[in-house]
């Protein structure tokens, strides 16, 4: 058990690191009209289980980062139909027809890509610099940069009328 200051001092020097990789995970894993619930129980998740942290395994944005994932992989998983449901009965009047086609080219393709490869498109998009893509995703910054460019390059060929 982590003394209550000592867990409330990992808690925000997590908060501090990790809040915009926070919005970037929440969003890429539920749907728009709830992906602040998400990021939320990631929040809960993370508080919840800071007292099973060990420094010695894994450092803070490592282990910060396994508590996200795996928050959003279940909330994908337990909130895959209802999400459908809401999808089907309740179309975002937002955006133009073209701007929904648009969207759910890329929507499409981001579904069909493995997790590490969703994460980092999404941060992409998100004008998430290479560096702290890196840091967040514990990748080699060169590496990283190679997948995004192969990325965007299966994106090209997969979207090619956007």
């Not at 337990?78 to 009965?89: C, L």
């Amino acid at each position: 058990m982590i003394d209550p200051r000592e867990k409330e001092r990992l808690f925000e020097e997590a908060l501090a690191e990790n809040h915009m990789w926070l919005g970037v995970i929440a969003r890429n894993n539920a749907p728009s009209n709830s992906w602040q619930d998400l990021e939320q129980e990631i929040w809960m998740a993370c508080w919840e289980s800071l007292n099973s942290y060990d420094g010695e395994r894994s450092g803070l944005r490592t282990w910060f980062s396994s508590v996200a994932n795996n928050t959003a992989k279940e909330f994908r998983r337990t909130n895959h139909r209802m999400r459908k449901r809401d999808e089907a009965v309740y179309p975002n009047p937002v955006f133009a027809e073209q701007d929904r086609d648009q969207l759910k080219a890329v929507q499409e393709f981001t579904e069909r890509l493995g997790e590490l490869d969703r994460q980092v498109f999404t941060m992409y998009l998100n004008d998430v610099s290479y560096a702290e893509m890196s840091a967040a995703l514990v990748v080699n910054e060169v590496n990283l940069r190679k997948r995004v460019s192969r990325i965007k390059e299966q994106f090209k060929a997969n979207c090619r009328d956007f």
